[in-house]
């Protein structure tokens, strides 16, 4: 069985004001994730994707890998199920 799961990540580093939601957003939705990215008061973005586990994973990766842009330093993520879903993928 292939049950969506949710992933909320926060991305830690240069993530800020160098458009990192907006390519966080292109990913997702290349991937087919919902969910959104949003700026938060101490400088790290939150990412809420949901999808299947696979999904959600290659987002992560993609979310520490060398071609963000920035500079990312860390990433934090918990693991939950799905909710009520989202109907796309957005910045807020």
């Known amino acids: 069985m292939h049950e969506n799961v949710r ?6 580093g240069k993530v800020q004001q160098v458009g990192f939601r907006w390519w966080t957003r292109a990913r997702a939705l290349e991937i087919g994730l919902t969910g959104y990215a949003s700026n938060l008061g101490d400088g790290r973005v939150q990412v809420v994707a949901e999808g299947s586990r696979a999904d959600c994973d290659r987002l992560l990766g993609l979310l520490r890998g060398p071609d963000t842009p920035g500079r990312v330093t860390g990433v934090t993520e918990i693991w939950g199920t799905a909710g009520a879903g989202y109907p796309t993928f957005e910045i807020r």
């Open 7 to 12: 992933v909320t990540a926060w991305v830690r």
